[in-house]
């Protein structure tokens, strides 16, 4: 039996998890921030379920990490672990709007056919330059540092561009040696370096005024509610918990502003 997750901020331990040691170093590296837990109702904090066959069922278990801190209003990780149907780490901070910051945002996904990778620091209002110039002259380096060792992840929907920035990592890997080889040398990497930057500009943000916090607020919720509409992981979902659960956990949890 798996302890029960009671704090948002309680260990995931899933055996097996493909993501775990991008969760532990995310926490890790958010300690100096002293974590609050952020409050996440139990059927959201650990969830069991079942897929596959009938006569070769595969055990699913869902787990959701989060804390909040003194400038960000939410940060949650979903932890999907699925055998060899899905193993995937959803990790997005969110900032308070008073802060004139991006999201961080990561969606690292094994499923049978291959590994979905995607980074970026997302901005809120991307055809503002007060609120990507500096991000974006950081960023961009290290993406073309990393980028060179990935292949491309393909055409992503038109509607979805004014999410991202430029730095956006997007790539898909093989199962095997060599996909775990990349992960390893060039996705771990380019998560710390894209957090490292992150951390780096949210201790220099001051806060914003009243006026400029609103536009940033517009900015963070037409975001989530692109996000909440749009997320790929619904029907993955809907099919292990059920798509009451699935709904609620979308809204009331992953996209909740
Ligand atoms: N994606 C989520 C959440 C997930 C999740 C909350 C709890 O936003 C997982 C889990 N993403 C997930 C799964 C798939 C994708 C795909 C399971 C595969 C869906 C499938 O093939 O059935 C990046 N993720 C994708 C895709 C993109 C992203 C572009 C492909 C969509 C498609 O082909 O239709 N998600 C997107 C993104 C961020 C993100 C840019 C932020 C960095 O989190």
Excluded at 109 to 118: D, E, K, N, R
Excluded at 170 to 178: A, D, F, K, P
Excluded at 189 to 206: S, T
């Amino acid at each position: 039996m798996k302890p029960l997750r009671l704090s948002s901020l309680d260990p995931v331990r899933m055996p097996e998890w493909r993501w775990a040691p991008f969760l532990s170093h995310a926490i890790n590296a958010l300690i100096p921030l002293k974590p609050e837990p952020y409050p996440v109702a139990p059927e959201f904090l650990q969830r069991e379920g079942k897929t596959g066959s009938k006569s070769q069922p595969i055990k699913v278990t869902t787990c959701t990490w989060a804390c909040r801190t003194k400038k960000f209003r939410q940060v949650r990780a979903a932890c999907v672990e699925a055998g060899s149907s899905a193993s995937v780490l959803n990790f997005v901070i969110n900032p308070y709007h008073t802060f004139d910051l991006p999201f961080f945002g990561a969606d690292l996904v094994t499923l049978p056919s291959g590994h979905l990778l995607a980074l970026d620091l997302q901005p809120a209002i991307t055809s503002d330059e007060r609120h990507t110039k500096q991000v974006w002259e950081r960023l961009m380096p290290i993406f073309e540092q990393w980028r060179v060792r990935l292949p491309e992840g393909g055409p992503i929907p038109e509607e979805a561009k004014p999410y991202f920035s430029p730095g956006f990592i997007w790539t898909r890997l093989h199962l095997g040696s060599e996909g775990n080889q990349l992960i390893d040398e060039v996705i771990m990497p380019a998560f710390r370096d894209y957090l490292n930057l992150y951390l780096d500009l949210v201790e220099m943000a001051e806060e914003v005024s009243p006026q400029r916090a609103f536009k940033l607020l517009e900015g963070q919720k037409r975001y989530l509610s692109y996000r909440a509409k749009k997320d790929p992981a619904r029907a993955m979902l809907a099919r292990f918990h059920g798509h009451q659960w699935t709904e609620s956990y979308i809204h009331n949890v992953l996209f909740d502003l």
